[in-house]
């Protein structure tokens, strides 16, 4: 068996399980809807075709949400029904939201490692605003925001990043503090001062915590810009386009929008990895 097989052959294994799990439970949830369309005395393979091909089914297949998501994919980019269209606008509130993060989370982190009072104040701060439900937060940021003028991008830019910003400012915290302390009193040793220890012990050894807490932060910061188009009654984005099929029942565009999202979410972390492989690149194959 090569190597390739060897890595490829588990992935391929829980796909097909996934699979098999998701057609059985299509079939158990929609065989009554089914079997109230069909003629008396239909057969059991009629009845299952048939819950496999409902316009509204209550659990769609996995082939009927693969078509409606290529049906969104194929619309016009202009179009409110383009998944594409919707995906660029959640995504725009996830870059920003993701980079004010970034920034918030290392400047506390640095703060957090090298003043004794930030670490005792801020970091316990910082944990408890995790516990507070995001669905719960949303909407009164909506509207403290809204009644000072700020709507659109700015409070979903910012519920994004007031969820992502925890693992940056965690991870950071721990690569700031991984240095040993006898590389710390080497460096003591050739008179090195704050900011020498911090620019070539410190920082260099953040990298390697960094980048798994972007690969994190960028999911969480796709999952802030979809809750917070739930509250603010927008007509675009994933989260307007989940909440818009649910009202109207519509089944299959709901799990193509999920879709979707699971799909972007996976670009997000994609894209911390390629940064994460252009560090690499020039730090000479090291991180």
Do not use: C
């Amino acid at each position: 068996m090569t190597e390739a097989v060897r890595r490829t052959l588990p992935v391929i294994v829980v796909v097909v399980g996934l699979l098999v799990v998701w057609y059985a439970a299509a079939i158990l949830g929609d065989l009554p809807q089914a079997r109230d369309l069909a003629t008396p005395g239909a057969a059991p393979t009629t009845l299952v075709r048939m819950a496999l091909a409902l316009e509204r089914p209550l659990v769609p297949a996995p082939h009927q949400v693969a078509a409606a998501l290529i049906a969104g994919l194929v619309q016009p980019l202009n179009s409110p029904r383009s998944l594409i269209y919707h995906a660029a606008v959640t995504a725009s509130s996830a870059i920003v939201g993701f980079a004010l993060a970034f920034v918030l989370g290392i400047a506390l982190a640095i703060g957090i490692v090298n003043v004794r009072i930030f670490d005792r104040s801020i970091m316990p701060w910082i944990i408890a605003s995790q516990t507070v439900p995001a669905l719960a937060v949303a909407p009164m940021v909506v509207v403290v925001l809204g009644n000072a003028g700020l709507t659109g991008l700015v409070p979903k830019a910012l519920i994004a990043a007031w969820l992502s910003f925890f693992p940056i400012v965690t991870s950071m915290v721990a690569g700031l503090r991984s240095p040993e302390r006898i590389q710390l009193d080497l460096l003591r040793t050739y008179s090195a001062g704050g900011w020498d220890v911090f620019a070539r012990l410190r920082w260099p050894a953040s990298m390697a915590f960094l980048f798994p807490g972007m690969k994190i932060a960028a999911s969480l910061a796709v999952v802030g810009a979809i809750v917070a188009e739930l509250p603010t009654g927008a007509q675009a984005g994933l989260g307007a386009r989940l909440l818009g099929a649910s009202y109207y029942g519509q089944t299959l565009q709901l799990w193509a929008a999920l879709a979707m999202a699971s799909l972007l979410a996976v670009a997000a972390v994609a894209a911390a990895d390629a940064a994460r492989a252009v560090l690499v690149r020039a730090r000479g194959g090291r991180l």
